[in-house]
């Protein structure tokens, strides 16, 4: 049986930079799926770690919402996140009968000391620009993210799978 004729998305005329952000997509989840190889993670659970690292610690509930998961397989990936030494388990202070789930401070160090040096230099590679090139640089990266955020979600609803390192940069 002769197998249906697969061809190459085309992109046309797509300016060089348009190419190059979809090589920066591609190599994100590269430097993700890495990433959660060396934390022995899933990429679920690599997600969940991102959302407790900036935000420092989130009830079962609220991650949940964040991963946009059921309660029950919320409760998986902080049983496997705990069960790798991830995560602890803590009595919520603002509820007596709830718990809050708290990144410990060795997984942070390990994803931080992958993470820092490359935003590092990042931030390095737009300072060799003067600052006229850096204001159009930005305001371009700006339109490529409202561009994004206007394909990724109905209009009516903001997207809440937005990658938690970007959130921690506009801190």
Do not use: K
């Amino acid at each position: 049986m002769a197998e249906p004729d697969q061809q190459t998305p085309s992109f046309g005329d797509s300016h060089v930079a348009t190419l190059l952000l979809r090589e920066i997509l591609d190599v994100t989840e590269d430097f993700e799926r890495s990433l959660g190889d060396e934390l022995s993670v899933n990429a679920t659970d690599l997600t969940a770690m991102q959302h407790l690292i900036v935000a420092g610690s989130l009830s079962p509930t609220g991650l949940a919402e964040r991963l946009q998961l059921s309660s029950a397989a919320v409760t998986s990936v902080i049983d496997r996140l705990e069960g790798l030494g991830h995560v602890q388990r803590m009595p919520n202070p603002d509820d007596r009968r709830g718990t809050i789930v708290v990144p410990t401070p060795a997984s942070v160090g390990r994803a931080m000391s992958r993470i820092v040096p490359m935003i590092t230099e990042i931030d390095h590679a737009i300072r060799d620009f003067d600052e006229h090139e850096q204001v159009v640089i930005t305001r371009y990266l700006t339109r490529v993210v409202e561009a994004y955020r206007a394909h990724a979600a109905p209009l009516d609803q903001p997207s809440s799978r937005a990658r938690p390192w970007a959130d921690a940069a506009n801190d």
